[in-house]
């Protein structure tokens, strides 16, 4: 069973930056893909960037540009990289990882952009 755990969410002014990590408990880390995800209040939760166990990586179309998603295999990490906030930027923040399987969930981290 792997368990994942988010953090480096907290309340920023637009503009700004953060920088979200997810570390997995277990083995063969370097297997799985990964993903964040994000959920707002009262909206579903959507995909936001993934990263490949190849490294390839995949953002939605409002955050290109400003969020790198990234991995450290001998870390067990998953990182995101988020600059240039704005208020719709504000949701609860998830990642994930999963193969063909297996599938997990973090806990989530809240990230908050408002002056």
């Known amino acids: 069973q792997v368990q994942l755990v988010e953090s480096g969410g907290g309340l920023v002014q637009p503009g700004g930056s953060l920088r979200l990590s997810c570390a997995a408990s277990?083995?063969?880390?370097?297997?799985?893909?990964m993903g964040w995800y994000r959920q707002a209040p009262g909206k579903q939760r959507d995909l936001v960037a993934t990263?490949?166990?190849?490294?390839?990586?995949a953002y939605v179309d409002s955050v290109k540009g400003r969020f790198t998603i990234s991995r450290d295999n001998a870390k067990n990490t998953v990182y995101l990289q988020m600059n240039n906030l704005n208020p719709e930027d504000t949701a609860v923040y998830y990642c994930?990882?999963?193969?063909?399987?297996?599938?997990?969930w973090g806990q989530g981290t809240q990230v908050t952009v408002s002056s």
């Open positions: 994930r990882i999963w193969s063909a399987r297996d599938d997990y």
């Open positions: 277990g083995s063969r880390f370097s297997i799985y893909a």
């Open positions: 990263i490949g166990s190849d490294d390839a990586t």
